[in-house]
């Protein structure tokens, strides 16, 4: 059961103790049933067998740290096998079907921690990089979880069944799956700290207790489709890109306008970039999503990437810009914008191209909404429709991908072969002359 009494699961589990009580020292497997009312039971055959599971509790007392301050209750020298070991158990009780079945389980880890001191270890040590509001909303979802399970119950005691427990809790209380989704992304960032630092057991790749719990069910992935952001028409873009229109933003808005059409980039991507971001790689210009400089951060791995900046990008001037910038000394793309937006280095941009939406007349959808991403849905459906191959789709706006597909896009192949492939479905057939004309207007 969970600390608060409720059920984490419905279904029995068995949990395997072997211990060296049997004749001749050998091992001797005891299986313990654990009911979903909160009973508990080890199966026993004969006498001489019950003897034996007796001498594994003594053990168990030794060697296990949540026996160490237990009395064992007695029992009758000579009772039914099966009887007489569940009424051992029963009699420890709840806490004790806790203890059993976590210990049984789990190797003591190098340096165990209460989860509610682990969180604050975890939360201290991401926030140097992490952005003040990420910060808030991870600190919400792990010390929720720590309260869930309690703060001063060791870490090294939690398991898949906890987090099922508090998942259930959550989705009960009228969280919707995408809000659970990243709360136990969360989470499994927190257990893959907590290995790294010794207060819990290392596990396999693919089995961090975190994982697994939340997946998009069909109708759910339907609806998300249908009210998300959605993609602009070739007819809209070119209104929301013609000269008068763009001349209406900002100068750094402008061009973060056209550096979003043509590269698909996340908002915080385009806002967060930095002069040392481009650069020149086998003669191509290239622009690289990165977070390794001051106030940058990225989705997820995939999101790190290096790629060509496209020909119209270079007819607008984008490069001239890097280089008339570098030489008055600036550091960043937007040097006007203050590192370390409480919402993120995008947010000035995502709010400006809102306005500029709406300015430009475009109405919104029956079903979805329209904003800064929508180019970013853009740049992908139009290189689809172009038949640009899945893989330097993903490759160019940093989608994740099977492990199949990345030898394509991360072997041989460079700068120049992505533009030759990807550049040709984005193609918004723009006048480019007049467009940097207003580009460079101060």
Same mark, same amino acid.
């Given at each position: 059961m969970a600390k608060d009494g409720s059920e984490g699961h419905d279904k029995p589990r068995k949990r395997v103790v072997v211990l060296r009580t049997g004749a001749g020292n050998e091992p001797v497997d005891y299986a313990c049933k654990i009911n979903a009312d909160g009973s508990a039971s080890i199966e026993a055959n004969g006498p001489e067998?019950?003897?034996?599971?007796?001498?594994?509790?003594?053990?168990?007392?030794?060697?296990?740290?949540?026996?160490?301050?237990?009395?064992?209750?007695?029992?009758?020298?000579?009772?039914?096998?099966?009887?007489?070991?569940? #009424? =051992?158990?029963?009699?420890? !009780?709840?806490?004790?079907?806790?203890?059993?079945?976590?210990?049984?389980?789990?190797?003591?880890?190098?340096?165990?921690?209460?989860?509610? %001191? #682990?969180?604050?270890?975890?939360?201290?040590?991401?926030?140097? @990089?992490?952005?003040?509001?990420?910060?808030?909303?991870?600190?919400?979802?792990?010390?929720g979880f720590a309260q869930h399970v309690g703060v001063k119950t060791m870490l090294h005691e939690v398991q898949r069944e906890d987090v099922s427990a508090w998942v259930e809790a959550l989705r009960t209380s009228g969280l919707q799956t995408p809000t659970l989704i990243n709360k136990t992304s969360y989470l499994r960032g927190f257990f893959n700290w907590a290995v790294s630092a010794g207060a819990y057991p290392k596990f396999p790749k693919d089995e961090n207790p975190a994982a697994g719990h939340v997946i998009y069910r069909k109708q759910e992935k339907k609806k998300r489709r249908a009210f998300g952001f959605k993609a602009f028409t070739l007819e809209q873009i070119q209104a929301l890109y013609a000269p008068d229109a763009l001349a209406n933003l900002s100068e750094g808005a402008r061009w973060g306008a056209v550096i979003g059409l043509y590269t698909g980039a996340r908002v915080s991507e385009v806002g967060q970039l930095a002069l040392v971001d481009f650069t020149t790689v086998d003669g191509v210009p290239c622009m690289t999503i990165t977070d390794e400089g001051e106030g940058q951060s990225v989705k997820?791995?995939?999101?790190?990437?290096?790629?060509?900046? *496209?020909?119209?990008?270079?007819? &607008?001037?984008?490069?001239?810009?890097?280089?008339?910038?570098?030489?008055?000394?600036?550091?960043?793309?937007?040097?006007?914008?203050?590192?370390?937006? =409480?919402?993120?280095?995008? @947010?000035?941009?995502?709010?400006?191209?809102?306005? *500029?939406?709406?300015?430009?007349?475009?109405? %919104?959808?029956?079903? !979805?909404?329209?904003?800064? *991403? #929508? &180019?970013?849905?853009?740049?992908?459906? #139009?290189? %689809?429709?172009? %038949?640009?191959?899945?893989?330097?789709?993903?490759? +160019?706006?940093?989608?994740?991908?099977?492990?199949? *597909?990345?030898?394509? +896009?991360?072997?041989?192949?460079?700068?120049?072969?992505?533009?030759?492939?990807?550049?040709p479905g984005l193609n918004w057939g723009l006048r480019l002359s007049d467009a940097r004309e207003v580009l460079w207007k101060g």
């Open positions: 067998d019950h003897a034996r599971a007796m001498e594994a509790f003594a053990e168990m007392a030794k060697t296990m740290p949540a026996f160490r301050q237990r009395e064992i209750p007695k029992v009758n020298p000579e009772p039914e096998p099966e009887e007489g070991i569940r #009424s =051992v158990l029963e009699a420890l !009780g709840a806490s004790l079907q806790r203890s059993f079945s976590v210990q049984a389980a789990l190797p003591a880890p190098s340096r165990p921690r209460a989860i509610g %001191k #682990s969180a604050d270890a975890w939360l201290k040590s991401i926030e140097a @990089d992490t952005l003040k509001k990420t910060l808030i909303i991870k600190a919400a979802a792990i010390n997820n791995e995939p999101s790190l990437r290096t790629i060509p900046i *496209h020909p119209d990008l270079i007819t &607008l001037g984008l490069m001239e810009r890097v280089e008339r910038l570098r030489g008055q000394g600036e550091k960043r793309l937007f040097p006007k914008i203050k590192v370390g937006s =409480v919402n993120g280095q995008g @947010d000035w941009l995502s709010k400006a191209y809102g306005r *500029h939406i709406e300015a430009v007349g475009i109405t %919104k959808p029956d079903k !979805g909404k329209y904003g800064f *991403h #929508s &180019l970013r849905k853009t740049a992908i459906q #139009s290189m %689809k429709t172009a %038949k640009v191959p899945l893989e330097w789709r993903c490759a +160019y706006v940093g989608h994740d991908l099977d492990e199949e *597909h990345v030898e394509i +896009y991360s072997g041989e192949y460079g700068p120049r072969e992505m533009l030759g492939i990807v550049a």
